[in-house]
C-alpha cells in the first residue's frame, strides 16, 4: 500500500512537471495574446484638451485584463498631469515617433513579458533609445502582508528582459505592481498544472501604489 502510495506522489510530480514544461514552451512562443479584443491601433486616449501638453504612448499587452487597467489608470495619472494621452495594445503600434515619451508594460507571465511587450521594445528599440521611455510590470510575486511586489522581481525577470533590449534605458524606477493570479481565467492545462503545485487565487492590485509612480512620471517626462 505505501508503495503504491509513493508511485502515485512520483506520478503527480512528474505529471505536474511535464505540464509546466509544455507551459513554459508553449507561452515562451511570439504568438497574439489570446485576450486582445481590439481592431484599433489607439484603444482610448484621454487630455485631448491638453492641447499643449506632451503625447505619450502608453504600450502595453495584457493576459487576463489587469495590465490593462493599470495603463488606464497611468493614463488618468498622466492626463491630469496635462499629458495628451494614448493607450494601445503593444503589438499594434508601427510607430513611436509621434510621441514624445513612452511607458511599455507587461504582466511577467511565465518567468518573462508576454509576447506583445517584448516585440514591441524589440522592433522599437533603436526609436526608443532615443525617447524618455518609462516601464511597469505587474508580478504575483508579493508579501502576503504588504501586497507590495518583492524586490527580487527586477533582477530575476524585469532586468532579463532589459538585457534583450540594451538600447533602453528606461527612466526613474521600474514600476513594480502587484497583479491578480485566478485559476479559472487559465488555460485548463495551466490551471492543472498550478493546482498541482498548490497555487490559489490572489489579488495584490493596489491603485494608490500605481498612482504614486505615475504622478512621478508626471515630472520625469516634462
Given amino acids: 500500500m505505501k508503495q503504491g502510495m509513493v508511485y502515485s506522489g512520483m506520478s503527480i510530480r512528474v505529471i505536474s512537471a511535464l505540464l509546466i514544461t509544455v507551459g513554459l514552451l508553449y507561452f515562451s512562443l511570439p504568438v497574439r495574446s489570446l485576450a486582445d479584443q481590439s481592431d484599433g491601433i489607439v484603444e482610448e486616449s484621454c487630455g485631448e484638451e491638453n492641447v499643449n501638453g506632451k503625447k505619450v504612448l502608453i504600450a502595453y499587452d495584457s493576459k487576463h485584463g489587469s495590465t490593462a487597467l493599470v495603463a488606464r489608470q ?57 525617447m524618455p521611455v518609462a516601464l511597469f510590470a505587474l508580478s504575483t510575486y508579493a508579501d502576503e502582508e504588504t501586497g507590495l511586489v518583492r524586490d527580487e522581481v527586477k533582477g530575476f525577470f524585469v532586468d532579463k528582459e532589459l538585457e534583450k533590449v540594451p538600447g533602453i534605458n528606461p527612466l526613474g524606477e521600474i514600476g513594480l505592481f502587484g497583479g491578480t493570479f485566478t485559476l479559472r481565467t487559465l488555460f485548463p492545462v495551466e490551471a492543472f498544472s498550478m493546482k498541482l503545485e498548490n497555487y490559489s487565487d490572489s489579488n495584490y492590485l493596489n491603485e494608490e501604489v500605481v498612482i504614486t509612480w505615475a504622478q512621478n512620471l508626471c515630472i520625469l517626462f516634462e
Fill in 74 to 130: 497611468i493614463a488618468d495619472v498622466l492626463c491630469i498631469c496635462g499629458y495628451q494621452v494614448d493607450i494601445s495594445r503593444a503589438r499594434k503600434v508601427e510607430d513611436v515617433t509621434l510621441y514624445d515619451a513612452v511607458v511599455a508594460g507587461s504582466p511577467i507571465y511565465w518567468a518573462k513579458f508576454l509576447p506583445g511587450t517584448q516585440l514591441f521594445l524589440k522592433n522599437h528599440e533603436q526609436t526608443l533609445a532615443t
